[in-house]
């Protein structure tokens, strides 16, 4: 890929496991991969990876162990909830052959939080695999679990963004891909040879085509992205020349 | 997992393999795995797993055979324009060992498009792994491609919709997943043991807790999934049960 900045500099890599027996249905609409994606790169960490899983602990132990040897770090969200159907907490545990314990400050939090009404169930969100470091949730209490390299995360938007908040600027990160945009009006098949031109051009920036279709007009939006601010410049200047040239109006920035 | 119909009945499966830079950067929500899901669910099939991989020849070609691997269906969005980020054709075809070979239906229907407009980088279009056929595409006339199990879809959702309204009835499949949603307005953690109870009660659905919180108040929708309607009936009617026992008021479908 044209996003590694040069020999010497580490690129930094995660992979994000999504949990939920809804997600897979359809049910329900994944709001998290965009956020993780986007806090990630503000991190100085390259998404390389997601994976939606069923709230079963095979698949779930599967993906989360293939996705730790293939990347830096590895983040799931959901599946930490107090219910019967939440199996992140056993499987991950099951997956490192590590046993479950109670950790006991989230054991702590969460009877000061419930008083008289903890329950086994509520116990529950105390469960963590043993050597495990809790992840503040600031929106309810329940905390998440950070496990190394492993960051489990609640599924709840919400809850999941809180905890990211917690965990910002503690995590070894590179450089942030930077990225821009040019937007035209043009069919990105009128553009493909001349975009390939630009690419061949620049092969330390990666360039991404979106076309779409609004109030019956053809447009496309071309997404540069780099490392290095001067290289984005010089490949966004590039491209817009060449839209130029070619008699296609263009803009800085998506349309 | 609970939905398996029973021992003699074949359960059909699927992963969806959703490919672009764009997602994982965040740029893009992706708006294609919920359709995609609940359309598998009207042709009888279960979606297993999704997975997301750069614009990356290597990483869509490990996605596509490790998927290919373990169900019964593949699906990928994305990759399939006329640009030099498009790589998901001879991904695959690299993957599966084949020669990239230009369709002659779809080489005709782009020339009869473009007319005298046409362009090699128009004609990508029309390449497919060998053996492939052609799945009609409604609305732009590129076409998606069909290599037995294995479909792949455009990446803009109204495209990659038109393409699976070209599939349906197409596919076999089994017994599609019931469901049916039991709302209260109540925190999970204090209906846990009861879920738990009522989920032993009934091995043969599933039952899924999904809390919320709306004006300030704590709630939870109940989703209980089964192939077969008595069954999905009972389950239904005993979780209400349970809960109006526990002096809780649930309503039938989601809150």
């Known amino acids: 890929m044209a996003d590694e900045p040069s020999a010497s500099e580490r690129v930094w890599t995660a992979a994000v496991v999504v949990i939920g027996d809804e997600i897979l249905s359809g049910r329900t609409q994944d709001q998290n991969l965009a956020f993780i994606a986007r806090w990630l790169n503000l991190q100085g960490i ?6 939606v899983v069923p709230d079963d602990v095979a698949a779930i132990g599967g993906a989360v162990t293939e996705c730790l040897a293939a990347y830096d770090y590895v983040f799931t969200t959901g599946g930490i909830g107090p219910t019967h159907d939440d199996v992140t907490v056993e499987a991950i545990a099951a997956a490192l052959k590590l046993p479950v314990v109670r950790h ?13 009404r903890i329950t086994e169930a509520r116990l529950r969100m105390a469960r963590v695999p ?3 470091q809790l992840i ?19 599924g709840v938007p919400k809850i999941t963004q809180g905890m990211l908040r917690g965990l910002e600027g503690q995590l070894e990160g590179g450089r942030p891909l930077l990225s821009a ?40 939006n071309f997404v540069i992205r780099a490392v290095e601010p001067a290289r984005l410049r010089a490949a966004v200047d ?10 296609i109006e263009a803009v800085e920035g998506e349309l």
């Open 238 to 247: 590039a491209l817009k020349h060449a839209l130029a040239a070619d008699g």
């Open 136 to 154: 503040p949730n600031p929106e309810t209490g329940a905390p998440g679990i950070r496990l190394g390299r492993l960051f489990i995360l609640a």
């Open 46 to 51: 390259r998404l390389r990876e997601a994976r």
């Open 181 to 220: 945009a040019v937007g035209a009006w043009t069919a990105e098949s009128r553009v493909a040879d001349l975009l390939a031109r630009t690419q061949a051009d620049h092969p330390e920036v990666q360039i991404g085509s979106y076309p779409f279709w609004r109030d019956g007009r053809t447009g496309a």
């Open 104 to 116: 006991p400050e989230a054991e702590a939090m969460l009877r000061r939080h419930y008083g008289e």
């Open 130 to 132: 043993e050597g495990a």
